[in-house]
């Protein structure tokens, strides 16, 4: 690791340190079966965690069974996902990857990808069309209990911020880039823990700066002192 690497790496091993003590342990969910994940992760593309929640319980209601979602007629699925938003895009979307995933393994259970490295896990989930490497992140890290550093709209806000990526990467390349920061075993506190900063102090607009645990360690408050 290179000296300016391994500056970055401390500065985001304090922010970790910094939002621990600030939060506490985060506490998540229940963990969903991968399958459940992944179907829930897409539904939460473009809407808030509200609407996926209200098109997946919709779409379980209706169907009961992953296997009946998938041989289902699409415009059904659509109509039950409704309350998520671009269900005509989603729809149609869930039912071929839950599809392919039959056509290759067999059937809807994705625990095999427990034995795989995370590398080779998310490598066999972008394979399929609206799953990219966020969706395949959470994947990871909330099902299978593999190490990964999901990058949503918060984390990718707060992480430009604070100058611990490149300005101008993309989100798609922060998820590799904040994993080599920070160790494994950090992930999940640090990630959820960055995201409840963005959803509480650290707002797209006009953020709560003086409020913010971090604030010492973020270059948006060392260029904006009177926020």
Known sequence: MDKEKKALAERAYAVHNSLLKFYGEPEWRTPLPAIDELVSTILSQNTSDTNRDKGFDALIGKFKTWEAVRDADADDIVEAIRPAGLANIKGPRIKN???????????????FLKEY??????KWLVKFKGVGPKTAAIVLQF???LPAFPVDTHVYRITGRIGL???KMSADKAHPYMESLLPPET???????IIRLGREICYARKPHCSECPVQEYCDFRKENPYL
Request: aromatic share 6%; hydrophobic share 25%; proline share 6%.
């Open 165 to 167: 990526r490149p300005e």
């Open 143 to 145: 099902s299978l209990g």
């Open 97 to 111: 990857v839950l599809e392919q995933i039959t056509e290759e393994r067999g059937d809807l259970n994705l625990d």
């Open 117 to 122: 490295t995370p590398q080779d896990a998310t």
């Open 187 to 193: 992930y999940y506190t640090a990630h959820l823990n």
